[in-house]
């Protein structure tokens, strides 16, 4: 794994934005997939920023998201389609028609997970944006989801209830059970840039880059892959 240790997050979403750049200007028609989360913001404001002022486009570039709350959609403002929307589409000249997200309330969970899957397979990440949890979930693969899973629902833990519910008015008002890509979709991407900032992310860092790979740790998976980049701040490097 390629390490990056940055100053401060600025540092961080810079350096981040730096290798998304580079392979949207290779590719215009390339496959980005994306997170939500407090994490990957500074990246997004500095895409929207660079496409303001330097007019880079996103008009051919397509884009997959890792996750999304069950029950959720658009219309709520707690959704993760409506943060993409909101944190970096509207500012950007993508098309909303190449985004592509789980729909929260479908109807039939299972046959949404397939549906995602299939559109996986035919949309493969030429490059994969992750944030890590404090418990080293990467998405919503919580510590013992196996590595092979693909896209499914997963009911979340209390921990990642809890690292949530800063966004929500109330605890209660956080979903417990979300869609997810697996590991294996994740794993799947030609390119992966994992960022993390904060005291509070230095275990699973630790455990992201020097640690066993154990499905305990979701992160740890990445350590197999040929093309992955970490971009940290000092904080999160803290015990590397
Ligand atoms: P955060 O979440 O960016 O809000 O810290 C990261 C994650 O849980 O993957």
Known sequence: MNVIVTKDYQEMSMKAFELVKKVVTENPSAVLGLATGSTPLG???????????N??????????NLDEYEGLDVTSDQSYVYFMRENLFRHLDIDLKNTNIENGRAQ???????RYNALLEVMRQDLQVLGIGSNGHIAFNEPGTPFDAQTHVVELTESTIKDNS???????DVPRRAFTMGPKNIMNAKKILILANGANKAKAVYGLVKGEVTEQLPASVLQRHPDCTLVCDEAAASLL
Request: aromatic share 8%; net charge negative; proline share 3%.
């Open 43 to 53: 990246l997004y404001g500095e895409m929207a920023r660079d496409h303001r002022e």
């Open 108 to 114: 039939d969970p299972e046959k949404e997970c397939a």
């Open 55 to 64: 007019g880079t486009s996103y008009r051919d570039v397509k884009t997959v």
């Open 166 to 172: 800063r966004l929500f008015a109330r605890i209660e």
